[in-house]
């Protein structure tokens, strides 16, 4: 099983300039009312496909609506042969309800 992040954690991770990549797996339709900057987008179903625009030795945290889809696909990533991916409970939702709350909620 891969790791749980807090969004405080990630928002520490922001705030630091850590280098890692924010993965939205969200569907087009949720990206469109609400996305962090700097997130890249990819949805779920097209993680297979698309593997080779990720870097497998990167830091990745993996975000979706509420945290179910993002620890499928980490754990995907992790089967893949990504060695430091981690999956943000709470997801966007709880991103915006506790961190930026300007932020569109749905």
């Not at 939205?24 to 297979?48: C, H, K, N, Q, T």
């Not at 990720?54 to 893949?80: I, K, P």
């Amino acid at each position: 099983m891969i790791e749980d992040i807090s969004v405080h954690d990630l928002a520490g991770w922001r705030d630091s300039g850590k280098k890692f990549v924010l993965l939205d797996v969200r569907d087009a339709d949720e990206v469109a009312r609400v996305r962090l900057d700097g997130s890249v987008w990819i949805p779920m179903r097209e993680i297979p496909q698309r593997l080779g625009e990720l870097d497998r030795g990167m830091s990745t945290a993996v975000m979706c609506h509420h945290g179910g889809r993002s620890e499928r696909v980490g754990e995907f990533l992790a089967s893949q042969g990504f060695t430091d991916v981690v999956n943000v409970a709470g997801g966007i939702d709880a991103y915006a309800a506790q961190i930026e709350p300007t932020l569109a909620r749905y």
